[in-house]
């Protein structure tokens, strides 16, 4: 019989009599109880099925049913095989099958709010905004390049209903090519019957923002009245139909707020819940606000949503979400995706690799003065961005049990925080500890987020899955 081999694994962690093992390679990962680690630890010396279940007391059958997603997966191998392990996606490979897969477009910097945790320090609108038109025009001359599946806009702002009819002649033009999808983020504080008619119409799902479960703790950051005016903007587009849901901002001072957030889109009845990272920049750096602990918010998330399977599909995209599925999922991430797939165009034409990057020395151009693809294909600091990968940014990282998973967490708030650019995520432990504890509970309930990996797969593209195509 054949002789079997187990990789060898790069990270373990046991609690009580269960034990969480990583081969960051494939990546693959396992959570099996003390019997299975001690059985692995003897493939890694080599042996047969017939001798393993002999000395387990198990039949062949059983064994082989178990071992069968580890050898499906390559970390357990017969020892006259060699073991594939691919290298994740080629920036080639990437430009040339995934494309453009969306654009944030900031319509104007005008907002009738002076939010504290604001990225863009929003107010005032520039003097020099592009018209309707001239962002049209951007996403005609991308097509060729997008993504043949995925294309989705974000007409964001400042606030996107300071300027409607610039808002509704994109949206009517994407709508009527049908060429992309429309979305957009929203304070909720202009919403109107006619607004809510014409978002119905053109198909554009609508998120609106909130700080925290209650007028009290949301109204602090984003002034007073906002709350009870944001859930008003619900209740009209929900009754004009229009795809809504809402999104907070995650921050250490109010993440205490995220089972109350969560019951309360329940309660709205909204279409999804959506948590996001603070992004340390513009007035959030200038009041001093600190981001969360990604562990915590797993938690928190969970207990909140563990029994309903139906909140936990309108969390696909929270940050527990995420996590959830990129572990059930394995993808093989190269990066944070910077500089990849989703131009930010901001109001005057200028165009930066992502909101985190949002930065006067990572402008890559101007629409006015360059072609929207000669910018994003062409430019060097779009170049250098794409190239950064988790086995070569420093030596934590590459050397990591996690860096497939989490892509070396986000680029951009790396470089708010520590300046440096190629720096491990200020998050890293923080990281492990979450998709660890994520890792745990999977083990105990294999169905949690189940439901939203279906949404989560049409986020990413399939080649970084389980058998990726580096270098291809």
Not at 266 to 284: C, H, M, S, W, Y
Not at 307 to 326: H, N, P, R
Not at 362 to 375: A, W
Request: proline share 5%; glycine share 8%.
């Amino acid at each position: 019989m054949e002789v079997l081999k187990v990789m060898e694994w790069d990270y373990i962690e046991q609690r009580e009599d269960k034990v969480f093992i990583v081969w960051s390679q494939y990546p693959y990962w396992v959570v099996v109880n003390t019997s299975f680690y001690n059985l692995l630890k003897k493939l890694k010396e080599g042996t047969t099925l017939e001798k393993l279940a002999s000395e387990f007391g198990i039949s062949e059958g059983y064994l082989s049913d178990v071992l069968t997603p580890l050898i499906r997966a390559g970390v357990v191998y017969t020892s006259n095989t060699t073991p594939k392990i691919s290298p994740p996606p080629s920036v080639e490979f990437i430009e040339k099958n995934v494309g453009i897969t969306g654009f944030t477009l900031h319509l104007t910097q005008a907002c009738n709010l002076r939010c504290k945790h604001c990225y863009v320090k929003a107010g005032t609108p520039l003097p020099d905004e592009l018209s309707p038109n001239e962002f049209i025009r951007v996403l005609q001359e991308a097509l060729p390049y997008t993504n043949p599946i995925r294309k989705e806009v974000g007409l964001l702002g400042g606030e996107p209903f300071m300027v409607p009819e610039k808002f509704f002649s994109i949206a009517k033009w994407i709508y009527k090519t049908s060429h992309y999808t429309a979305g957009t983020s929203t304070n909720g504080t202009l919403i109107t019957d006619e607004i809510a008619k014409k978002a119905n119409k053109y198909d554009v799902a609508v998120q609106i923002s909130f700080e925290g479960a209650s007028e009290e703790s949301n109204d602090r950051i984003r002034g007073r009245g906002h709350f009870k005016r944001a859930i008003d903007a619900i209740g009209t587009l929900k009754s004009y139909g229009v795809i809504t849901g809402i999104i907070m901002t995650v921050r250490a001072d109010n993440i205490g707020e995220i089972p109350k957030f969560i019951q309360l889109g329940k309660e709205l009845g909204v279409d999804f819940i959506r948590t996001n990272f603070l992004k340390p920049q513009g007035r959030a750096k200038e009041h001093g606000l600190k981001i969360a602990k990604q562990v915590d918010i797993v938690r928190k998330t969970y207990e909140a949503v563990k029994k309903d399977k139906e909140l936990q599909k309108k969390l696909a995209f929270s940050t527990a979400g995420f996590i959830f599925s990129a572990m059930r999922l394995r993808p093989k991430y190269r990066n944070c995706g910077v500089g990849m797939t989703v131009p930010l165009i901001d109001s005057n034409g200028d165009v930066y690799p992502c909101q985190t990057l949002y930065l006067p020395e990572f402008k890559l151009g101007n629409v006015r003065e360059e072609r929207i693809v000669d910018i994003w294909i062409k430019n060097p600091k779009a170049k250098m961005l794409r190239n950064l990968c988790v086995d070569s940014l420093n030596s934590r990282c590459s050397r990591c049990w996690l860096r497939y998973l989490c892509h070396a967490g986000c680029r951009g708030l790396t470089y708010q925080l520590t300046g440096n650019l190629y720096a491990p995520d200020v998050r890293c432990l923080d990281f492990r500890e979450a998709y660890m504890e994520v890792a745990f509970i999977l083990s105990e309930d294999p169905g949690a987020f189940l439901s939203s990996q279906e949404d989560f797969l049409g986020f990413i593209y399939k080649d970084i899955l389980h058998n990726p195509c580096g270098g291809r």
